[in-house]
């Protein structure tokens, strides 16, 4: 976020930069604020980011996402350092997408995560895939080393 400008200004860029229209942009950026969890989402759009909350900041990144509606959300660590109300927030929202048809990939070392909103898991190491399956297959059945002490961990 760039903290010269305002979150709400940040967001609506983006919505004009795909469709051209600012006069929708300040409706479709409070639709998306809100649709990401931010409460008062017309007083937010007026804060600079050093005025928001960690988790805040968060959902700004994710409004800023879905502003346009697109069909695949992109998520790196998007529950990483927030407290676990903010987190339940964020992991509720993904699976709102997912009902809504959305594609959602979650980059994540979390496990309670991927147990969570998860449907199929990739297990990435040094940049390689070492195993790939559904939830439950690899909750219950790792096949990888790696896979299993990466479990054990949690």
Request: charged letters at 30%.
């Amino acid at each position: 976020l760039d903290p010269l400008f305002t979150v709400g200004i940040q967001i609506e860029e983006t919505y004009i930069a795909h469709y051209g229209d600012k006069n929708k942009a300040y409706e479709e950026t409070i639709k998306a604020m809100k649709k990401a969890g931010i409460s008062k989402a017309e007083e937010k759009y007026y804060m600079y980011p050093h005025q928001l909350s960690g988790g805040l900041k968060q959902r700004v990144c994710i409004a800023n996402a879905i502003v346009c509606n697109p069909p695949l959300i992109l998520a790196d660590e998007p529950t990483t350092a927030l407290d676990v109300s903010v987190q339940k927030k964020i992991l509720n929202l993904f699976r709102k997408m997912k009902k809504e048809g959305k594609a959602v990939i979650l980059i994540t070392h979390d496990f309670g995560v991927v147990a969570e909103v998860g449907d199929r898991v990739i297990v990435l190491k040094e940049g390689r895939i070492v195993e790939e399956g559904n939830v439950y297959e690899i909750f219950d059945k790792p096949k990888h080393e790696y896979t299993k002490r990466l479990l054990k961990a949690v």
